[in-house]
């Protein structure tokens, strides 16, 4: 069965660094498109950034630019987010979605296509 499963969260001061990781079983993720995605107390969820079959990139918040970046290791069958200058407002839980669709592409509208998704790993950011 398809499973996604983020880890890597937990406490971490400002300016401070975290990797998380997004495990897949029951697929290669190394053929479809992987999103990152947060969801803040009390806010809606929003996409972060996301990973094609391809490996191009794709930035839906312009406010992590230069801080994250995604990755993925085909040999782990994981792809990473590594957060970088981590701010207070970056705390939220964290997940992870797929794009079941071969080949796929990150989409324009960051949940588009995205059937997969992980329970989520907690981010706090705080001094």
């Known amino acids: 069965q398809v499973q996604l499963v983020e880890s890597g969260g937990g406490l971490v001061q400002p300016g401070g660094s975290l990797r998380l990781s997004c495990a897949a079983s029951g697929f290669t993720l190394d053929y479809y498109a992987i999103g990152w995605f947060r969801q803040a107390p009390g806010k809606e969820r929003e996409g972060i950034l996301c990973?094609?079959?391809?490996?191009?990139?794709?930035y839906y918040l312009d406010s992590v630019k230069g801080r994250f970046t995604i990755s993925r290791d085909s040999a782990k069958n994981t792809v990473y987010l590594q957060m970088n200058s981590l701010k207070p407002e970056d705390t939220a839980v964290y997940i992870c979605?797929?794009?079941?669709?071969?080949?796929?592409?990150?989409?324009?509208?960051?949940?588009?296509?995205?059937?997969?998704w992980g329970k989520g790993t907690l981010v706090t950011v705080s001094s």
């Open positions: 990973i094609s079959s391809s490996d191009d990139i794709t």
């Open positions: 979605a797929g794009d079941p669709i071969y080949g796929s592409k990150c989409p324009l509208w960051s949940e588009h296509g995205m059937d997969y």
